[in-house]
Every structure is written in structure tokens, then in C-alpha cells.
Nanobody, 122 residues
Framework: QVQLVESGGGLVQTGGSLRLSCAAS????????MGWFRQAPGKEREFVAA????????YYADSVKGRLTISRDNAKNTVYLQMNSLNVEDTAVYYC???????????????WGQGTQVTVSS
């Protein structure tokens, strides 16, 4: 089992920045891909970014390219999501996930965190 705990969410104004963290514990040696997803009120959960745990290759949704950056610190078993130039459309609960059972953009991940709220005010 792998446990994931997100932190770093909060309230920020349009144009501001936040850095989310997701700390993994348990069988962390089994992690091969970690991803970030988000779910806005009344909308489906959507893919944001993913990172290959060993090689560090990264993947992004088109809507966040150039503004959000995913990274990882293997020594700390933590993945980060640096979010810059935030706008109100980025308001959502952000979830981290580990080990997709199919394509990394799909929701079929084995492990999920509890989510952290990000609210962007105009």
C-alpha cells in the first residue's frame, strides 16, 4: 500500500502562485508514475500533470502548459506542483495519485490522496 497526503492549497488572487506538495509513504519503492488531477465544482475530475518517478519525464494537460510545473524529490518521496499565473478557472480540489493502471491521463490510478482545495479569487 501507498499513502498519499497533499498539502499547500489555499486562497490566492488571480495572477498569484501556490506550490502543492504530495508526500508518499508506505511501499514507495513501488511507485513508477505520480500524477496531479483536479476537480472543480460541478465538473468531472481532470488530468493536470504527471511525472515518471525514476526518469523524471513530465506530461501536462494543454490547459496548464507553461503555468504549472510538476517535479519530484525522490529522497523525500514527495511530488510537487508549482502553480503560477493562476486564474479563477484553476479553482478546484487538487488530488495526487500514484501508479496508473492504464494511460497516465485517465483516472484509473491505484492510489489517491484526499485532496487539497485551491481557490483563486478575482
Amino acid at each position: 500500500q501507498v499513502q498519499l497526503v497533499e498539502s499547500g492549497g489555499g486562497l490566492v488572487q488571480t495572477g498569484g502562485s501556490l506550490r502543492l506538495s504530495c508526500a508518499a509513504s508506505g511501499r514507495t519503492f513501488s511507485i513508477y508514475v505520480m500524477g496531479w488531477f483536479r476537480q472543480a465544482p460541478g465538473k468531472e475530475r481532470e488530468f493536470v500533470a504527471a511525472i515518471n518517478w525514476s526518469g523524471g519525464s513530465t506530461y501536462y494537460a494543454d490547459s496548464v502548459k507553461g503555468r504549472l510545473t510538476i517535479s519530484r524529490d525522490n529522497a523525500k518521496n514527495t511530488v510537487y506542483l508549482q502553480m503560477n499565473s493562476l486564474n479563477v478557472e484553476d479553482t478546484a480540489v487538487y488530488y495526487c495519485a500514484a501508479n496508473p493502471r492504464s494511460d497516465y491521463k485517465r483516472l484509473m490510478y491505484t492510489y489517491w490522496g484526499q485532496g487539497t482545495q485551491v481557490t483563486v479569487s478575482s
